[in-house]
């Protein structure tokens, strides 16, 4: 069954962990909070394909975590909570398995942060809906609306004639 | 009666308790973090709660995919923290206040919001980070100052409940608050967020002209957040950011109007923008010395537009 389309579906390099990938990838999900208890992560460690036999996953499933492909597991149905566990147990850092799934190296990723972090700019839709949140928009505009105001006071000392019939005729 | 005096919104990365836990907190990198909480923990031990009722969400720690409750109510004596993968964190164990709690729930179910009850709940750096940045880092075998309710919030599985949803539920955590005969003086905290997506090839994202606005209406203008759809959420501030409505229930059990007296902002922590902000209930403040202020207040206001519409 093909997936239902999703507003959120639009949002560019996302999945969204909804209750249709909740169902899908429970055993992935499982699978990855196994992995909290060390005797499991030595099981795992010591055959994958083997432990894995536990979880009732689909072909697809199972080859992305051989693969620890930890974007295709978001896509089936993975969540980042749980998958970062197969990343620890692997002996990796967060920010190692961030990297992985931006496709940058750890180090531009930690750059990337630093400098404030990944912009929202050109990275809200597929599908070309870039305009930002009217949220945001309404209060942006509130204060470029409040800006002006503040500045034709200041004009009014200096061009008096020019701003007080505008005044004016607001009352 | 019990009543809510404040309100606190707090992230609470995974890092900073790392951090906290590793004593790296004087590193160039967390320092920055840090000192953004030295004044709200001078608030805090001032302010001497006598409870806190702390939003939160658990990361598949202590809950997993097998039971995903919307909002879970920890009544129990005590809560342990988690094992998260690695051992617990080294943080005391977190005294509950189940007399408070299950009135909570009572009352709240009654009033239509259908809590899970938890008698025993463990707890993650969800809960534990923000209770460290204010309360300050106290050893295993310590004690932090005041009981807590937890109120685990499902931010985690899509759909978690909306703005509006979780305002309400505010509203009516401070309406149960306020019929418990004791007099307890309650603090409530907002976890999680800002900005962050940690999932996914867009992971790294961070907006913070998004996380200002939020944090400018949290105080000012809470009615236009409590309609930002979720997909606006996660298309501005990250497919994690929507953790950011588990900060309007905290801002639901707060009066109309209340003072910022304090808010912090900083990126990065990790992944993720950190926000901080303490939000007071006017009414925390005595009466009586109030009211003249904002008599005063108000005419000088009234002379000064005087003197303006007369220009």
Not at chain 1, 89 to 98: E, I, V
Not at chain 1, 107 to 122: C, N, W
Request: include cysteine; glycine fraction near 8%; charge should be positive.
């Amino acid at each position: 069954m093909a997936r239902e389309q999703q507003d959120y579906d639009d949002i560019p390099g996302t999945f969204v962990f909804d209750a249709e990938r909740s169902r899908q990838g429970y055993g992935i999900n499982m699978f990855c909070m196994s992995l909290m208890k060390d005797e499991n992560r030595k099981a795992f460690k010591a055959n994958e394909a083997e432990y894995l036999k536990k979880f009732k996953l689909t072909p697809e499933q199972t080859d992305a975590v051989l693969k620890r492909d930890y974007n295709r597991l978001l896509e089936l149905g993975g969540n980042i909570y749980f998958t970062a566990k197969l990343g620890a147990a692997d002996g990796h850092s967060f920010q190692h398995l961030a990297a992985v799934m931006t496709g940058a190296s750890q180090q531009d990723y930690a750059s990337m942060m630093l400098g404030g972090g990944r912009s929202v700019e050109g990275n809200r839709s597929r599908t070309g809906k870039n305009a930002p949140s009217k949220f945001l928009s309404a209060a942006a505009s509130k204060k470029a609306a409040a800006k002006p105001k503040a500045k034709a006071k200041t004009k009014t000392t200096k061009t008096k004639t020019k701003a007080k019939p505008k005044s004016a005729k607001r009352k | 009666m019990a009543r809510i005096i404040a309100g606190i919104g707090a992230s609470h990365v995974p890092a900073i308790g790392a951090a906290i836990d590793n004593g790296k907190t004087e590193e160039p990198y967390w320092k920055r973090v840090f000192v953004g909480f030295e004044k709200s923990q001078q608030w805090m031990r001032e302010t001497k709660p006598d409870v806190a009722i702390v939003v939160y969400n658990d990361h598949a720690s202590a809950f997993s995919v097998e039971m995903i409750p919307t909002f879970a109510l920890g009544c129990a004596a005590e809560f342990p923290p988690a094992d998260e993968g690695w051992g617990p964190r080294p943080v005391p164990v977190a005294e509950g206040h189940p007399a408070l709690a299950s009135h909570i729930a009572q009352s709240c179910i009654l009033d239509e919001f259908d809590l899970t009850i938890c008698n025993k709940m463990e707890i993650d750096h969800g809960m534990t980070v923000p209770m460290n940045l204010l309360f300050g880092k106290i050893e295993k075998h310590g004690h932090w100052p005041c009981p807590v309710i937890p109120l685990a919030v499902n931010v985690v599985m899509y759909p978690p409940p909306t703005g509006h949803r979780c305002y309400m539920l505010g509203r009516a955590i401070r309406k149960a608050v306020e019929s418990f005969p004791d007099d307890l003086r309650v603090v409530i905290f907002g976890t999680g967020g800002l900005s962050h997506q940690i999932s996914g090839p867009r992971a790294g994202l961070i907006n913070s002209k998004w996380d200002k606005n939020f944090l400018d209406n949290l105080t000012k203008d809470p009615q236009k957040l409590v309609k930002v759809p979720h997909i606006d959420y996660m298309r501005e501030a990250g497919a994690e950011g929507i953790e950011m409505v588990m900060w309007l229930v905290m801002r639901g059990a707060l009066d109309d109007k209340v003072d910022e007296v304090y808010r912090f902002y900083t990126v990065p922590a990790s992944n993720t923008a950190v926000g901080h902000i303490i939000l007071e209930n006017r009414a925390r403040k005595s009466a009586v010395k109030r009211k003249p202020a904002t008599k005063h207040k108000r005419a000088a206001a009234r002379a000064r537009s005087a003197v303006r519409r007369s220009r």
